[in-house]
């Protein structure tokens, strides 16, 4: 214990000499393990845990039977001894695979690994430390920055930007054709997709996710945004930085999304808006026209959350209200009748 | 048909030396085929099928011109007679393709089969009888039980445990790290997901499913439990036996569903909730809580069916119940007027 | 500028000696590019962007401080001067890379080109032209027309049919199992999916797309349908021609959509309806019954569109619709309590 407080820089209330011997959910936690508190709705398992210690916020202030480490952010102290008992990278493929097939023209920077069966096309260009697992494609004259990691079977096609520490999981598809095309005769003829896609630094990208390359200019993923799973985002959408796009969300052509937005999960968005700094689109929403910065839509078609709140309880209050009617009519017909 | 209705320990209606030569749907059937009668939406075709026989619930009392099986289940007796007419596995590759790279330490039980360029990673252990399609990525210390079937280009990450007789179709992602990030300063700082994921016996997996592992402890996906197509399962998750997961559901990090649960296409469900065992959410429900056991919820935010479909009729009136309120003013107002 | 009207076959205002060097959208434009006028939203910018010509309609006649070249059809000429400029299949692999495995039976017309580590399995037809990127699986027995393009790590199952000029992107599965099953003592037990998916003439799939086989019979794609990214399609559906399906929506089982139907950004269609030529489903709609021809659906569950857009109104004034009433309450009341 003595030695962790020391890692996070943290106070120590109770024994240093507890032995810790692994990191664990507040609920699935076993003896020797530590734990923490970052969500108030386990306040109540704080007793209850069968973990050997526990982290806090520096302001909890309710007395425990068992060692507490309080820290400033509990997750982020999580984050810190998992690393510390986890070396990251055990799996991953170390040099290059004997059966991965490097172009001509490639550059490599130092320490790059590259899985067996991995094809990287010719003017590839790979900064240092970066990994690809088994099975990624690389398309021509693309670009991968330092220190990224990527996942098995993911593809990424030519003149693609990534930037440094990116990772992106397998399955997902960086740069494929955005849906582009002319009604010629009652006939679809695709509209060449020349543009790029542009992911910046630190960015994350989950798995079987599909972002297209622009019909011209580029795709932006701004830095340190990260997407989650089943993501659609259309040609020349461009991102802002820090922003959370949560699970099959899908995000239609051209639209812009500002800094720290939050687009929860399955929400929809139309082509041609924009999304200001700081909004948030609830889960499912469906997005038909701007929203302003620093605002929170739901619903479809999504409206401010409040007022969307208050119609869903009007709505719920809609059988009360037909009674309420119908009695009125009861009563004004008899007024009517009244001499 | 003597044949076939021995195969189903069945009873035959009619003549048993009609041949049959292929088996179809009660719409496309030509002469030859067997087709039969499972949805109650097709009675009204048994007598135009050009089908040579059909097979029919035990309770059909119709009478029809061709030769009838009767059986308790007539779906069922349908898939004993294609497994006769069409034996499985015609195209699964057979054996250890030599193009496969296979790692340190890895243990493969007897007949099990691996596709060209599938790379299996150090450590990993697979059952015996199963078979690996070509451009599989099976990561370090994994475990494959029996009689698993494995589609071209499917990611298995790192520690993932499989059960007995899985199928998991292509593209799909089993392993992925959680959407798990830590706000610090702006950033989003990524918590490292060290747990794992685990498919229990006859599970089957649809194509681009992407499954989560946990953030630490396990994602798990009960026995029987069958999902289909473009499914988000996010970190954490825990589902029972026997569910049915549609189409491009998504379920968010640490809810829990029961068993024998339904969630139909396009459903979406918040983290840190419950569903109870028999549950079921409709196509496109938006579950921003917890579900009690055996109820129907559909609609976003998701109610209980019935209320959700007497809302949805009342919302329906409400251009109506404008004219009548309109109304109702009016006479009140005369009503006021008289002296 | 002279050469391009030309190419177009088109009517140049302005001087045909100004030099074109590459091509943009109205808004990134720089000195040197053409452009094009072909949403009327974007009006305003004509005199505004650094282009140095502009495409417009013949109709076009407002006057402009740059060269204009006027034609019937604005996309359809960018297409043609895109197409002009940059030269398609730069980044194609050519001929049949020496780690790509061909199976026993495989016919390749002429010109065909296979990518690094693709997988051709027994039995297999592609004709003349076509290219398979990296990664590809094509099944046993599966046919693939000429001018076909098939980009990295698709999966292509046994026995599928696809026509000529389709084009298939990353990750996209064709002929996984559909999701059929059948309830034998509360279980699940799998229904085989013995039929195929046939893609006809000039299809294009996006990335991620997952398309299943028929039980029976055949899941099809009709001439010059185009679909987008992480879209769903069920066993035994049958798209007609001309059709836009867009990203994330997904198709139930055994439904029917006629030519020239369009179905938005996560649209969802349950299965057994049919959908008629010409009809458009919104945005994140919800079918739940057959949609006629020519006829535009929304919300959950899909109303007409119209209809949709005026309950919705109407739900939005069920604040003052309250208020009303209670006022009405009032008054009744009073003119209960007088004398």
Redesign the interface.
């Known amino acids: 214990m003595g030695e962790i407080a020391k890692l996070l820089e943290a106070e120590l209330v109770g024994d240093p000499a507890v032995v810790i011997t692994g990191?664990?959910?507040i609920k699935?936690a076993k003896e020797g393990d530590i734990t923490f508190l970052a969500n108030s709705?386990y306040l109540a398992l704080a007793d209850e845990t069968l973990a050997s210690a526990i982290i806090t916020s520096k302001d909890y202030s309710q007395p425990l039977r068992k060692p507490v480490v309080k820290t400033e952010?509990p997750?982020?102290a999580?984050?810190k001894i998992?690393?510390y008992l986890?070396p990251?990278g055990?799996?991953h493929p170390r040099g290059i695979?004997p059966?991965a097939?490097v172009g001509k023209g490639v550059f490599l920077g130092s320490n790059v690994s590259i899985?067996?069966?991995a094809?990287i096309?010719d003017g590839v260009r790979i900064e240092d430390n970066s990994v690809l697992?088994?099975?990624c494609?690389i398309?021509?004259?693309s670009v991968i920055g330092r220190d990224c990691l990527i996942?098995?079977?993911v593809?990424i096609?030519?003149k693609t930007k990534i930037g440094a520490r990116v990772?992106i999981?397998?399955?997902?598809?960086v740069g494929?054709?955005g849906?582009g095309?002319?009604n010629?005769d009652?006939?679809?003829?695709?509209?060449?997709q020349?543009g790029i896609v542009e992911i910046q630094d630190?960015v994350?990208i989950?798995?079987?996710?599909?972002i297209?390359r622009a019909?011209?200019?580029k795709t932006v993923i701004g830095k340190?945004t990260?997407i989650?799973?089943?993501v659609?985002i259309?040609h020349?959408v461009v991102i802002g930085e820090?922003c959370?796009i949560?699970?099959?969300a899908?995000i239609?052509g051209s639209t812009t999304i500002g800094n720290?937005v939050t687009l929860a999960?399955?929400a929809?968005l139309?082509g041609?808006i924009t999304v200001g700094d700081g909004a948030i689109v609830a889960?499912?929403g469906?997005v038909?026209k701007s929203v302003p910065a620093n605002t929170i839509v739901s619903?479809?078609?999504a409206?401010p959350h409040n007022q969307a709140k208050?119609?869903?309880a009007?709505?719920?209050?809609?059988?009360e209200?037909?009674k309420?009617?119908s009695a009125?009519?009861k009563?004004?017909k008899r007024?009517?009748e009244r001499k």
Do not use: C, M
Not at 169 to 173: C, D, I, K, Q
Not at 206 to 210: L, R, T
């Open positions: 990191l664990s959910g699935e709705r952010n997750s982020l999580f984050t998992s690393e986890w990251q055990l799996y695979h059966s097939i899985g067996a069966h094809v096309s697992y088994p099975g494609f398309g021509g004259e996942y098995p079977n593809t096609r030519e990772i999981h397998s399955g997902s598809v494929s054709d849906f095309f002319v010629v009652g006939r679809h003829q695709k509209i060449p020349t630190d994350e989950g798995s079987n996710v599909s297209d019909r011209f200019d340190g990260k989650d799973n089943l659609h259309a020349n820090n959370l949560i699970a099959q899908g239609s720290n999960g399955q929809g139309v041609h889960a499912q469906g038909t619903g479809y078609p409206r208050r119609l869903n009007y709505v719920s209050r809609l059988p209200l037909y309420t009617i009125l009519e009563k004004v007024l009517e």
